[in-house]
């Protein structure tokens, strides 16, 4: 099965920039979606960028459009998510995670394999 492990975890300040890693194994061939999630104390949840198998396809929630960005390095079967300009409203468990459907967006429950996710913390 696929698996996930996520990495990159850190505590910043507000204003400062995280990156975030999520290296894969196993059939990542049957991957059709691989995106991020986060989950605040007391909060859902959160879809917050999707990047298709191939990389060329992108999706954001309007919560970060314009200061994250998600990729996928292909040969390091690894799933990135540089976050620039963070801000404490950003401050939560980071889980990376992967779709089997051919059409999904940021939904958990579209979502088959999760990763253990890595926390993030932005002091004001």
């Known amino acids: 099965q696929v698996q996930l492990v996520s990495s990159g975890g850190v505590s910043v300040q507000t204003g400062e920039s995280v990156r975030l890693s999520c290296t894969t194994s196993?059939?990542?061939?049957?991957?059709?979606?691989w995106a991020w999630f986060r989950e605040a104390p007391g909060k859902q949840r959160e879809g917050i960028a999707q990047?298709?198998?191939?990389?060329?396809?992108?999706l954001y929630a309007d919560s970060v459009k314009g200061r994250f960005g998600i990729g996928r390095d292909q040969i390091n079967e690894r799933i990135d998510l540089q976050m620039n300009n963070v801000s404490p409203e950003d401050s939560g468990v980071y889980y990376c995670?992967?779709?089997?459907?051919?059409?999904?967006?940021?939904?958990?429950?579209?979502?088959?394999?999760w990763g253990q996710g890595t926390q993030v913390v932005v002091s004001s």
């Open positions: 990047v298709s198998s191939d990389g060329q396809n992108v």
């Open positions: 196993g059939p990542t061939f049957i991957v059709y979606h």
């Open positions: 995670a992967a779709s089997l459907l051919k059409n999904c967006g940021l939904t958990p429950t579209q979502y088959h394999y």
